[in-house]
């Protein structure tokens, strides 16, 4: 049974568009969730994060946006770069204070010159 | 920049072979974890350390076993490998930080195993 979705496996967008990935999730003791990057022949990277207490943070080129009645959240990237090519992963942790975390099966992100 | 190792980062290896896969992190980190994760599949956690002499084991059952010695390092052992074991095998580090529970957690660049 799977508590983090990422329903769609792949995502190509044109460079300078912005890039919007989807999570679902299903576990409503989830209360912080985590993106990550992955390049191939890399680990996951940390790229941003955020609380159930809030709907939106946002770092630069991406922001992240949480709908807590619709268990959903997403990542906006804008505008999008050749370097974001890569593997992105939603995770999520359950009790501010616990460490596990659980993840999603990913989306590959292409961005096209 | 997080700084956490991992080595080998192939290894082909017969069935029956023990193995023992390295993860060792200079950042002074007390929780320490091990996921296993197959092409186009979520991560999955195998284990799981709080502190020296702290292991537990994690969501997903697995024959590795773990310890943890010293703070900085968390190796992962195979007894017996077997093909079931092809996978590749992802070691992080996590602290607190401004006493909430950020929970980043900071990967190695993994080890992909081959069992033949």
């Known amino acids: 049974d799977q508590q983090v979705k990422q329903n769609s496996p792949s995502l190509s967008v044109q460079e300078g568009r912005i890039s919007i990935l989807n999570c679902d999730y299903t576990?409503?003791?989830?209360?912080?969730f985590l993106w990550y990057k992955k390049y191939p022949a890399e680990g996951p990277t940390f790229l941003i994060s955020?609380?159930?207490?809030?709907d939106k943070n946002e770092d630069g080129r991406f922001t992240v946006f949480l709908n807590k009645s619709a268990k959903h959240l997403s990542l906006h990237i804008v505008p999008s770069q050749p370097g974001d090519s890569a593997v992105y992963f939603c995770a999520a942790s359950p009790n501010f204070g616990n460490e596990k975390l659980t993840f999603g099966t990913g989306t590959r992100l292409t961005i096209i010159p | 920049e997080a700084d956490i190792y991992q080595t080998p980062r192939y290894l082909v290896i017969g069935t029956g072979k023990k193995i023992t896969l390295e993860c060792s992190q200079t950042?002074?980190?007390?929780?320490m974890y091990w996921y296993q994760q197959d092409p186009g599949m979520e991560l999955h956690l195998i284990h799981y350390?709080?502190?020296?002499?702290?292991?537990e084991k994690g969501d997903l059952s697995s024959e590795s076993t773990v310890s943890r010695i010293r703070t900085e390092h968390f190796p992962l052992t195979l007894e017996s490998a077997r093909p079931s074991h092809t996978s590749q095998y992802l070691c992080?580090?996590?602290?607190?930080?401004?006493?909430?529970?950020?929970?980043?957690?900071?990967f190695g660049a993994g080890t992909r195993l081959s069992v033949l």
């Open positions: 992080a580090s996590s602290e607190y930080s401004d006493g909430l529970a950020k929970n980043i957690q900071y």
């Open positions: 950042m002074g980190h007390d929780k």
């Open positions: 955020i609380s159930s207490i809030k």
């Open positions: 350390s709080y502190g020296v002499n702290s292991t």
């Open positions: 576990n409503s003791m989830f209360d912080y």
